[in-house]
């Protein structure tokens, strides 16, 4: 069921495919190779497992498989990812519910593994290397620490202890030395990776924490800017003013019984995509969030993505992967 909002600026989407999976869901990434290749990484309990997305026929087919020795919590793309007709390098690392990390570069034919003593929540890579310490991999967990781990082994990574648990790392794709971290108490922190230390750390009111319902991401429109859901509403920082963020109960009125846990920012148009436990996910235009247009599944919500820079998206279910296109 699709409602749509009395808005002269609705914006309508239609389902383009479904393709149902012989496996479980944990986490889904896109990574966009020009326009020839187009990959999906869907992280499951027992495997990472890559899958090539042709727009022509809408399909969605398996190329590689990557077993796991547990359940994949988080998963993200390197920049060192190469793909080019039969030449196929990739370079990853997943997180894993046995509190491990496993970092994988292909082009380097080279593999490590990264022990942790708590839950790992969500993991991210620079968009850039570091030209002294190389590639860095941002990660949150349990025990309430942000890490940075850089590519040379014998460096320790960086640790820093947060007011509550982090459940979203990302750094920014423009200025590449900045990462945000979402904290489930309601807090986004802004760590600068040539200070070691957080520079600026926002706050959203939410409600007490019985779940995980906080999520952040970057505009993608406007990297000085941040987008947050927690509670009833969607929230905006505006990091160059450092005011108090711009707030929407945008699942006030939308027949929300639960509340929206994560939220992704379009590489290419100015469209928010956010979802709910309850099966529901909303698709915001960035110019009036307020009104967003909801859409209610018949299956939980497990992640989404973005598929690079188009107007479509992949909305995760337990066992299927469904595709919309804005109209």
């Known amino acids: 069921m699709v409602q749509f909002f009395p808005s002269a600026q609705t914006t309508t989407f239609e389902q383009k495919s479904e393709q149902k999976l012989p496996f479980i869901i944990r986490a889904i990434k896109f990574c966009s190779f020009g326009n020839d290749k187009a990959i999906l990484a869907v992280g499951t309990d027992q495997s990472v497992v890559l899958m090539e997305y042709k727009r022509e026929n809408e399909k969605i087919e398996v190329i590689k498989e990557y077993p796991l020795d547990s359940r994949c919590t988080s998963f993200d793309w390197n920049h060192q990812t190469y793909v080019s007709g039969d030449q196929q390098f990739f370079s990853f690392a997943v997180a894993c519910s046995n509190k491990y990390i496993i970092w994988k570069n292909e082009k380097n034919n080279d593999s490590k593994v990264l022990k942790y003593t708590s ?64 904290q489930l108490n309601g807090i986004v922190s802004i760590f600068d990776w040539k200070m070691k230390s957080i520079i600026t750390n926002c706050y959203v009111e939410v409600p007490p924490i019985v779940s995980y319902t906080f999520d952040a991401t970057w505009d993608k429109k406007n990297m000085q800017k941040i987008v947050c ?21 945008s699942y006030k009125h939308s027949y929300c019984d639960q509340k929206p846990f994560l939220v992704r920012f379009s590489d290419h148009s100015p469209y928010i995509l956010s979802a709910t436990r309850n099966r529901q996910f909303f698709l915001h235009n960035s110019e009036y969030p307020q009104l967003p247009q909801n859409c209610r599944l018949d299956s939980n919500i497990i992640d989404a993505t973005w598929l690079g820079k188009s107007n479509e998206f992949i909305i995760a279910t337990s066992k299927e992967l469904l595709i919309y296109r804005i109209l």
């Open 229 to 249: 859901v927690g509670g009833d509403q969607l929230s905006i920082f505006d990091l160059k003013e450092e005011e108090a963020p711009i707030v929407f109960p």
């Open 119 to 182: 839950y790992i929540n969500d993991i991210s890579f620079c968009t850039v290397p570091d030209q002294q310490h190389g590639d860095l991999l941002a990660t949150v967990s349990d025990n309430h620490y942000f890490c940075i781990h850089t590519s040379n082994d014998q460096e320790i990574p960086v640790k820093i202890h947060l007011d509550s648990i982090g459940q979203r790392v990302q750094w920014s794709e423009r200025k590449t030395d900045i990462c945000l971290i979402a």
